[in-house]
């Protein structure tokens, strides 16, 4: 279990001193007992700390239920959501597929495609032809019911439900995953019979991957749920731990040790392309928790080696204001060995027997040490395998050191006031009703 997520830093060094990452160490305990402890700004939506081992049998028992029911009877599965009501599901889902499954038609689940992360007219009218082609269901995540993108989705895919399966047969085809007991969606599935599951009170959107909010979809694209959990359980009593080589402590406080030297970006790096979700994921979080008040590391992420022929030249000579997090996969699922060839015309017969493995570790390797030359200060970030239980700990892993590093910079990592800022503005162009004075305002600027 200590070996379920490693932290290297060693190529800090040259960038920190041993008594910069020391007191920025201290610093990280310091507000690690504030997170814990429940004494810092936002301390009513700390429920996520609890849940790996909060998630009841009956709760995960009732998940599989409608993963069994849908199983056989329905294609294609809508998870309608945006943000944390659907970033943590399609990171997990999209880690755990076959990259070809759709493809290869091998699905023994339905698919699971997403909408209302979007206003795309184009995206949305695809997905209906989809929809009128396929026998489908729909999972709708929103605490209100009233977030526009959501909303707007639901409503279509609603009035398509009830003219294709009729009213009846549609309340079975719809799952709600929403407030407990008030809200919009909360009285509509109550209304209409639907099966709900509960957002907790005191968890924030990007912090819900491991409530029904992403376990449910999750489940029902075919994965252990139960593993992931442990794998979340186990990594919460490492990061419960206070202690120097607590894994969430030392990435919490190298980077921030980074970012009052003038890093101020952080770029997410990733050498197996199932994982560029998981930096969406990773993007929202540390974005949305720490983005405020003019202050915050600001999150990028890439895709190596791909991106290396596109970004790699800035990286490598650019500004001189970033760093990197390299997250990195141990071991693959699968093994492939790069065959000799006689004629050797493209000069890769150095290679031949090598697993193409060794070669992305190797790439993984000499882009470290260069971007390092290049002044760039890199952090490793380790995991064994791509597997329910290894996402599990690293979802854990990052929500944890998120909260961590956030205190450490003296911001509320659970609340987001900016992101209501250009909704006032997209209400009052829309003619919202109460909003006219506004619309009046903003019209006279364009």
């Known amino acids: 279990m200590k070996n379920i997520i490693k932290v290297d830093y060693k190529s800090v060094k040259g960038f920190l001193t041993e008594d910069e990452i020391s007191f920025s160490k201290e610093r990280a305990l310091g507000t690690y007992e504030t997170l814990i402890n429940g004494t810092g700004r936002g301390n009513d939506f700390l429920g996520w700390l609890e849940l790996p081992t909060q998630i009841s049998d009956e709760l995960v028992d009732k998940i599989e239920s409608v993963a069994t029911r849908w199983r056989n009877s329905v294609e294609v599965i809508v998870v309608v959501g945006i943000g944390g009501s659907y970033l943590g599901a399609k990171a997990a889902i999209d880690a755990l597929s076959h990259s070809f499954s759709l493809h290869l038609g091998k699905n023994s689940t339905p698919s699971i495609v997403f909408a209302g992360q979007n206003l795309s007219e184009d995206y949305m009218s695809e997905l209906m032809e989809l929809l009128k082609e396929r026998s489908s269901a729909c999972v709708v995540v929103s605490k209100s019911g009233t977030t526009t993108e959501p909303a707007v989705a639901f409503r279509i895919i609603k009035q398509h439900f009830e003219e294709k399966y009729g009213k009846h047969d549609s309340s079975e085809r719809i799952v709600a995953v929403t407030d407990q007991a008030r809200g919009a969606l909360k009285g509509l599935a109550t209304q209409e019979g639907y099966t709900t599951f509960v957002i907790p009170d005191d968890v924030g959107g990007r912090y819900s991957v491991l409530t029904p909010v992403g376990l449910l979809p999750i489940a029902l694209a075919g994965f252990d749920i139960k593993s992931m959990l442990k794998g979340a359980s186990d990594m919460k009593k490492i990061c419960y731990q206070k202690s120097d080589d607590n894994p969430a402590v030392e990435y919490a406080s190298v980077r921030n040790a980074l970012y009052s030297k003038g890093w101020k970006i952080e770029i997410l790096v990733n050498y197996n392309p199932k994982l560029q979700y998981f930096a969406e994921w990773w993007k929202q979080l540390f974005g949305e928790s720490e983005g405020k008040e003019g202050k915050g590391i600001y999150p990028s992420s890439v895709n190596f080696t791909t991106d290396l022929h596109s970004m790699g030249q800035y990286i490598q000579n650019g500004e001189r204001t970033l760093f990197e997090t390299v997250l990195s996969v141990r071991q693959p699922a699968r093994k492939m060995i790069i065959s000799d060839d006689p004629q050797n015309l493209d000069g890769l017969n150095f290679l031949s027997g090598k697993r193409l493995d ?89």
Do not use: W
């Open 358 to 446: 060794e070669c992305n570790k190797m790439a993984e390797l000499g882009t470290r040490i260069a971007h390092v030359d290049g002044g760039v200060p890199n952090i490793l970030v380790e995991i064994g395998e791509i597997s329910e239980y290894s996402l599990g700990a690293l979802f854990y892993f990052f929500e944890f050191a998120c909260g961590v590093s956030a205190y450490m910079i003296d911001i509320n990592p659970f609340d987001q006031p900016g992101v209501e800022d250009y909704k006032k503005n997209m209400f009052a162009l829309l003619g919202k009703p109460g909003y006219e004075e506004l619309a009046e305002e903003l019209r006279k600027r364009v």
